[in-house]
């Protein structure tokens, strides 16, 4: 039986992200609405997951910047709890992710008489990045490597492959998914597994973790079952 | 002793080291120059000292210049330091004609290496106005900015920014610092070297020598502040606190460490406020350590219980990264870079007053089981994100990026 993509072998990728200050900054709720029509997207883009290659613990209280910034500067737990879950994930483009946390925002504005403000030195700093990708000299053939790769991948490469893909590949997909769809229906079931794995809830080493899982269960059963 | 890469593999792990070779790889043979005011005391020279090295080892052509000042010239740059981090200073027009003068000598002597540079690294605002002398420079120029600078004295900055301008890029330690500039603004916090003399694990007899040395009680709780005599460091600020614990902890001992910086004439007039505020308190050590002690500090650090840096401005701290990484939960001012580092209830407490600081002392000297668990998360949070190949991985990144011409995606084959 044919074990081979036809297009190519999967290569493995690594990144990293040059942040980079927009000069852009906000100081009460309604200037970070005003900033957030203003910005450019990608700044967008980094507040929501460029957090997860910055100095943060796995468990970071919540998922985007906007999120941490309203509740440990505007201490407004009310909005910070809203922000947090918008899921990025959920929305096809990041104009209309912007979209989204304006509404939420603007929601909150109307709902007090006050603007919720952060001291002078707690602003918020919008932030941009530029991403350098480059070769780990590592390839597979077969897909069963992916279980013996994924657990030796470096977290930038899984944000690379995993989270990255999705903003540069035509139909949002993930470059494992993407790369086993080449193969035809016959990795139908891991690809549901695949997709099965939250990007946006889990820290990078979280989902390395889960990747590996996915793909040493999947490839272990194939083993034992003798091949699917 | 110089280190090679392979060194910190045990460390922080093969594939980081692998990055950073990936990363090095279109820039072999290209000619890195770092310029900066002093080779000895401070966090930037520590710094230069160890990532020069590495990069040269990386294949990159890497130089380290010093600039040269006379007495007049340090007093106008401690006057900008002070005055970046929000000190209103008025400095005199001699002061600024001999700043300009100095620069323009030194640009002269550093004009062969200079001129030939792809990619000149200048530290800071003592030779910032050096790009001045280089209108046909053919390289990428970048200044780094080590300092607090979100709140700065507006004269100074406005002053300063007129040398800033025609740089290609700058480099900042936190967002907050980032000031408007018509060129990109790349947020590069800085690290330590976990070889280093001043950070590299000690056999227990090193530690056995500070407490003999200083007259230190080992049964003894013990807090020490390491960092230069500067009123930004508020060590006066950290006696107090010590004052207010030790009614509670009435063993508590006190090390208030400092190094000489070459370019910090401010130094003793500080030393001389602290020893009068510890009133003859025996429990209290000021140690006035030269700049080359990094094994003694890192012994002390090492023998204390927490690791306190109570500044009231502060560019990054370097002395926090050290704590953290040798296990010490920190109490650290709630500014600058320190917020970066110091997470409240995970890796040490952010104060605001003598009096936070207390009240945090008391509370780590009191429930040990969490400052031990708060000691390993700390060293583990340096290991991931502080560590001098993070630094220097970002400073590849950044370099590959201005060579590229600064788009928004460099795929290197």
Redesign the interface.
């Known amino acids: 039986m044919k074990n081979h993509n036809d297009s190519r072998p999967f290569a493995f990728k690594d990144c990293a992200l040059a942040a980079i200050a927009t000069g852009r900054r906000a100081q009460n709720l309604r200037e970070l609405r005003d900033q957030l029509l203003q910005v450019e997207a990608g700044s967008l883009y980094y507040h929501f997951w460029g957090g997860r290659l910055r100095p943060q613990f796995d468990e970071p209280e919540y998922n985007n910047d906007f999120a941490a910034w309203a509740r440990h500067s505007l201490h407004d737990h009310v909005i910070a709890e809203r922000l947090a879950v918008v899921d990025p994930m959920d929305y096809d483009s990041l104009e209309d992710l912007r979209g989204e946390v304006v509404d939420v925002i603007e929601e909150r504005l109307a709902e007090q008489e006050f603007v919720p403000w952060a001291k002078s030195d707690e602003q918020f700093s919008f932030i941009r990045s530029q991403i350098i990708v480059f070769d780990t000299r590592k390839s597979i053939e077969d897909p069963t490597g992916l279980a013996h790769e994924i657990p030796h991948s470096s977290t930038s490469s899984i944000f690379y492959h995993f989270i990255d893909a999705r903003r540069r590949t035509p139909d949002g997909q993930d470059d494992f998914s993407t790369w086993l769809r080449g193969f035809g229906e016959r990795y139908e079931p891991l690809l549901a597994r695949i997709a099965d794995v939250d990007p946006y809830f889990a820290s990078l080493s979280e989902l390395r973790s889960q990747l590996t899982a996915v793909f040493g269960d999947y490839f272990s059963g194939m083993a034992q079952g003798g091949g699917k | 002793m110089m280190q090679t890469l392979n060194a910190y593999t045990e460390i922080v792990g093969h594939?980081?080291i692998?990055?950073l070779r990936?990363?090095a790889?279109p820039l072999k043979g290209r000619k890195v120059v770092h310029v900066n005011s002093t080779r000895m005391g401070g966090g930037v020279a520590e710094i230069l000292a160890k990532l020069v090295p590495l990069m040269n080892e990386l294949g990159l052509d890497t130089h380290w210049e010093v600039i040269n000042g006379n007495a007049e010239f340090y007093q106008c740059t401690k006057s900008f330091h002070n005055a970046l981090q929000g000190n209103t200073i008025a400095i005199p027009e001699s002061q600024l004609r001999n700043f300009e003068e100095v620069n323009r000598q030194n640009a002269e002597q550093l004009r062969p290496v200079l001129e030939d540079a792809d990619i000149a690294f200048i530290h800071d605002p003592q030779p910032a106005p050096l790009l001045s002398s280089f209108p046909e420079r053919r390289g990428k120029w970048i200044w780094r900015c080590h300092i607090d600078v979100?709140?700065p004295h507006r004269p100074v900055w406005k002053y300063l920014r007129g040398f800033l301008t025609g740089y290609d890029a700058s480099i900042?330690s936190l967002?907050?610092f980032?000031q408007?500039l018509p060129h990109?603004?790349?947020?590069?916090?800085p690290s330590i070297d976990p070889l280093s003399e001043k950070n590299i694990a000690l056999p227990d007899s090193d530690i056995t020598a500070v407490y003999e040395r200083f007259d230190i009680d080992p049964e003894r709780p013990l807090v020490t502040q390491v960092s230069r005599f500067d009123r930004f460091k508020d060590p006066v600020g950290v006696i107090e606190s010590y004052r207010l614990s030790k009614r509670f902890v009435p063993a508590l001992q006190l090390v208030l460490a400092g190094g000489g910086a070459t370019d910090d004439p401010e130094g003793e007039a500080v030393l001389n406020e602290v020893y009068d505020a510890t009133n003859g308190d025996p429990d209290i050590k000021i140690l006035l350590l030269p700049s080359d002690a990094h094994r003694t500090i890192n012994a002390l650090q090492r023998a204390s219980d927490i690791v306190m840096q109570k500044s009231t401005r502060e560019g990054f701290g370097l002395t926090v990264t050290e704590g953290l990484w040798k296990g010490k939960p920190v109490i650290g001012g709630n500014?600058g870079g320190i917020r970066?580092?110091v997470?409240n209830h995970?890796t040490g407490f952010l104060v605001s007053t003598p009096e936070g600081a207390a009240l945090r002392t008391r509370y780590l000297l009191n429930h040990r089981d969490i400052l031990d668990t708060m000691g390993i998360?700390a060293r583990e949070?340096v290991r991931?994100?502080?560590l001098l190949t993070r630094h220097l991985?970002?400073y590849?990144?950044?370099m590959?990026?201005l060579m590229n011409d600064?788009?928004?995606?460099?795929?290197?084959?």
Do not use: N
């Not at chain 2, 788009?407 to 084959?413: C, D, I, M, T, W």
């Open positions: 594939d980081v692998d990055q990936q990363l790889e979100s709140r900042w967002p907050d980032a408007t990109p603004q790349y947020i590069i916090p500014t970066l580092q997470i995970h998360k949070f991931e994100h502080f991985r970002e590849l990144t950044l590959v990026v600064h788009p928004e995606r460099v795929e290197l084959s």
